[in-house]
């Protein structure tokens, strides 16, 4: 059909546009390609960060992590693959990255460092114990030192959480200070420091139309990171010349943990040579030199070094893996260097500025290694500065250990795929706590339970886990308080759990809030009482703290004795004393939470105790006869009878049923499905009032309970965080208990009830104060190094040789791989029997390889074993074996063929030997031994040994008795 004239469109849009306008319809949605386009990509990651900021690496993670909003940000938390053993592996032998830009840097700025330890002071412990800004620790910049902060004279309440600071000296000669917050506390930092400094936000200037559009649309991400910095940059100023700079996502933090961090950031970054890295000359040398060449744990915690690196995509390796297996060791010990003074070029904002803007797109670097020879990049214009931070930690704490690397905002992606390539493996989160874990050290803000970042993540996580326990079904829901005895399955509350352990110690204490006792000398004293050392002096010296820390909470460690993995929010008991004694002497016993059914069920006696239950007593035969005779309706005897016509038990089927079409089984199962749906509504109508009247019961028998007394054994703490220990091979968990259970568990000697909340039986378990681990730090003595010889001797049995003391340490004391001599000495020792003690000489070279020289067994040993026996004479005219002139030639051949006998005459070996058989209670005959005469010799000789032996074993026992 066609038309005389053409449709006026223009006409028909302008009519139909108000009503578009007004409908609720969504505008048509671009096509894929549109939505694939550079520009459009680059304008939805922005527009997608408006309510949770991205990490750099937020996209190299969302493709293999599960992600979460926290504190925010979107961060990683586990990934998708079965990662936790790998990543433990990983953690105790190579090197493990997490991304932790999320944490925030407070730059203070002031004309000397006096006005803002002055200034800060109050915010930290007042104890000259604790690290805090007073030390003197630090201040010439070249660590960085770990504190807690706290609200201003409010300590040991109101903690705020921890930080980290770092001083340093800008190029106009003002002292500052880095100060690096977890963001859950930032902003009560940032509360307490604008009281503190009366600082004033200052007014920024109007951006300038090119930076509002490379804000607004991009040309590409370094554009809008720049211009974002450029707004995003609080100034603060306040009183006596105090400046301070939020630096906020304007610098990326990535955290490696494992003994090869460092080796891990050695071959990830190219340090910069020639004029322009003269101001880093000395950092350069002591990073290459010694830093790089030793695992973190051998260094000071808290060390910082400051490098200038080459863009980390430059060199990047075509396959994943290490350059160099095994680095030598430094030539000069780490503790005899002079550590520099890092630089302060990373802290200058315009600095920052510059290389940010002199970095290379992803394009511009690919086209670049396609001009270069062999696709490699020798440098750009982009000159890094990054600091190194070392996080050393004690031996137990070694999934902590690492190193954190500190570089501008822009570089994050580029640095983490780097790490990558070299070998380090990627965790999140889940995996961090996990970490805290194994190493028995508290998480902030998950385990800090007296802080209000700890409070709001218990909120959140409580929040979390109520909504999964009501997503369940009525009946597949544990029964926590009438099966289980748990009050608060998802929470701790301290407040009330104190408050009831102050009624059972000392009615007269005062409310008050609760809070963790971290006053590292309070427990060291506390150690002492617990562990029932210290005498009378510790007994009051505990009760003196009981009265002024009435409200405080101690942190403990939880061992179990055997069986059990302790979680968080399981219960920490006080075990019966009759339980104790039975566990003492026959091991761990299995004990149960009755559910309050069976304890309500139980009979009383008139005095109310609750009476033994009766044992059900087996019937005799008369009685199952008359009660089998009673079963049966009118005595029927043919009841059991089977009958023999089969038409009777025939039955009718329905061909519709054997020949089932598709239509009638979707039919069938949609009426079954139908039947089941309208009896499940009828039941949740039926039993609807019955969970009312039984929530409101549970309400009122838990409001009737205290916190204490809601289990059979009393509740004396919980659990922070636990589970399975792999370094120490069992059940490990760090819990908070209050001050005034420290009694009690002391009088059953640390020994305690581990209970988790959907469980019903207790575990043996052992508290101990964690103390012990933090009192060696606040007072380290200075050790002697011991220089060891090069040559080692020592003897080591055939195809046994293992890490085990003596062999173990003596080997790490010298630097050996231990593993590796191990392997090496069981291969060469394959053609002997196993056991038997082969002398050992070790070479050690400067380089830590060494030369390895096997001799023949002992001669002690090869005479024992040709006189049968096993042991030498214990009196002098005693006679313990008899030897022929002819074992001694043999025994003499053997050993003349170890190096160190080498040009020795054959008679001179035979003299020696039958000097030691001298020795041993031998007897050397110059005749053949008859074997009848040898064996009645042995026979009686065996039994003049087990005498011996008893005598010794009698003496040992006696002399035990006398020192018990």
């Known amino acids: 059909m066609e038309y005389p004239y053409s449709i006026p469109l223009v006409r028909f849009r302008a009519f139909a546009r108000p009503y578009l306008e007004r409908s609720k319809h969504r505008a048509k949605p671009p096509s894929r390609f549109a939505r694939r386009r550079p520009k459009n990509l680059l304008l939805n990651y922005v527009r997608r960060q408006r309510s949770q900021a991205w990490l750099e690496t937020h996209i190299w993670h969302a493709k293999r992590f599960h992600i979460v909003d926290r504190w925010g940000y979107r961060l990683p938390d586990r990934s998708y693959q079965r990662a936790f053993r790998p990543i433990y592996r990983t953690t105790r032998r190579g090197a493990v990255v997490r991304d932790k830009s999320y944490l925030g840097c407070l730059l203070l700025s002031a004309p000397s460092q006096s006005v803002l330890i002055s200034t800060l002071s109050p915010l930290c412990c007042p104890s000259a114990v604790e690290a805090s800004v007073r030390g003197v620790g630090g201040r010439d910049g070249t660590r960085e030192i770990s504190t807690l902060m706290y609200r201003k004279d409010a300590y040991p309440h109101g903690l705020i959480g921890p930080a980290r600071f770092q001083w340093s000296t800008s190029d106009d000669g003002r002292a500052q200070l880095a100060l690096w917050l977890h963001p859950s506390c930032r902003a009560a930092v940032l509360q307490e420091l604008q009281l503190l400094l009366q600082l004033q936000k200052k007014q920024q200037e109007e951006p300038d139309e090119e930076t509002k559009k490379k804000l607004s649309s991009p040309d590409n991400i370094t554009e809008w990171r720049a211009a974002r910095a450029q707004l995003l940059t609080e100034v603060y100023e306040g009183a006596d010349g105090v400046k301070m700079e939020d630096l906020r996502d304007q610098l990326v933090r990535l955290r490696l943990v494992g003994p090869k961090s460092l080796r891990v950031l050695a071959e990830s970054l190219r340090l910069v040579e020639g004029k322009e890295a003269e101001a880093y000359e ?157 190493s028995a050290t508290p998480a902030f803000p998950a385990d800090s339970v007296d802080s209000r970042a700890g409070e709001e993540e218990a909120k959140r996580e409580k929040r979390e886990k109520e909504d999964k326990h009501f997503a369940r079904p009525h009946n597949r829901r544990p029964s926590f308080w009438d099966g289980l005895s748990i009050k608060y399955p998802f929470s701790f509350e301290w407040a009330e759990l104190v408050a009831d352990w102050n009624k059972v110690g000392n009615s007269a204490a005062s409310a008050g809030e609760p809070y963790v006792l971290r006053d590292r000398r309070l427990l060291q004293c506390l150690a002492l009482f617990l562990g029932g050392k210290g005498g009378e002096k510790a007994v009051a010296q505990f009760r003196e703290m009981v009265s002024e820390h009435s409200h405080a909470l101690v942190q403990v460690q939880i061992d179990c004795v055997k069986r059990g993995r302790p979680r968080r929010f399981a219960t920490i008991c006080l075990g019966q004393p009759e339980e104790v004694t039975r566990k003492r002497a026959k091991g761990e016993q299995s004990y149960t939470e009755p559910s309050r059914t069976e304890i309500k069920d139980q009979p009383k006696n008139q005095n109310g105790d609750e009476e033994e239950m009766e044992v059900e007593q087996e019937m005799t035969k008369e009685e199952k006869k008359q009660w089998q005779d009673a079963l049966l309706p009118n005595n029927d005897v043919t009841q059991d009878v089977v009958s023999t016509d089969v038409t009777s038990r025939e039955k009718t089927i329905s061909l519709k049923e054997m020949f089932a079409t598709k239509t009638v089984s979707k039919e069938r199962k949609r009426t079954l499905l139908n039947r089941k749906k309208k009896l499940r509504q009828k039941r949740r109508r039926m039993t609807a009032g019955t969970r009312a009247a039984e929530a409101e019961r549970i309400a009122k028998e838990m409001a009737a309970t205290s916190y204490r007394d809601s289990a059979t054994r009393p509740v004396c703490g919980r659990v922070l965080r636990g ?46 104060n964690m103390a012990s681990k933090v009192g060696a730090r606040v007072r380290k ?16 049995k055939a195809q046994m040789a293992s890490a085990a003391p003596p062999l173990g340490p003596q080997l790490g004391q010298r630097g050996i791989n231990v593993a590796n001599f191990c392997k090496e000495f069981n291969k060469e020792t394959g053609h002997i029997k196993p056991g038997v003690p082969l002398p050992t000489r070790i070479h050690v070279k400067p380089d830590r390889s060494y030369e390895l020289e096997i001799c023949s067994p002992t001669s002690s040993w090869l005479l024992k074993q040709a006189a049968g026996i096993r042991r030498g004479k214990q009196f002098p005219d005693e006679i313990a074996g008899k030897l ?20 020795v005459p054959l008679e001179e070996i035979c003299r020696n030997l039958v000097k030691q058989c001298f020795t041993l209670g031998i007897q050397v005959q110059n005749e053949d031994l008859n074997e009848e005469e040898i064996a009645k010799f042995l026979e009686e000789r065996k039994k003049v040994v087990d005498e011996q032996l008893q005598t010794l074993a009698d003496k040992k026992a006696a002399k035990m008795l006398r020192t018990a």
């Open 723 to 768: 589970d399975f220990c792999f370094t120490a091979a069992k059940g490990r968990a760090i819990g908070l208990v209050p001050i005034q259970a420290i009694a009690e568990i002391r009088e059953r000697r640390g020994e305690v009830m581990v209970r988790n909340t959907t469980s019903k039986y207790y575990h043996a378990a052992r508290a101990t």
């Open 884 to 903: 022929s002139v002819k074992h001694i030639y043999h025994i003499a051949q053997v050993k003349q063929k170890d190096k160190a006998l080498v040009g």
């Open 282 to 438: 000395q950092q350069h040398a002591c990073w290459r030199e010694v830093y790089s060449r030793v695992p973190p744990g051998e260094l000071q915690d808290g060390l910082a070094i400051s490098l200038l690196v080459e863009d980390p995509r430059c060199g990047r390796p075509a396959r994943r893996g290490l350059l160099e297996r095994e680095v030598p060791p430094p030539a000069v010990d780490p503790d005899e260097v002079n550590h520099p003074t890092p630089t302060a070029t990373l802290w200058s904002r315009e600095e920052r500025l510059r290389v940010m803007e002199a970095r290379l797109s992803n394009s511009s670097m690919a086209e670049l290694r396609g001009a270069s020879i062999g696709g490699m990049i020798a440098q750009t214009a982009a000159k890094i500065p990054v600091v190194v931070v070392i996080r050393s930690a004690a031996a137990e704490e070694m999934t902590l250990s690492g190193a954190d690397i500190i570089a501008p905002a822009g570089f994050g992606a580029d640095l983490w795929i780097a790490l990558q390539l070299r070998t380090a493996r990627a965790s999140g989160l889940r995996d961090e706590l996990a970490a805290h874990a194994e």
């Open 781 to 796: 003595k200075e050790v002697v190094k011991v220089i060891h010889s090069a040559l080692l001797r020592t003897t080591i």
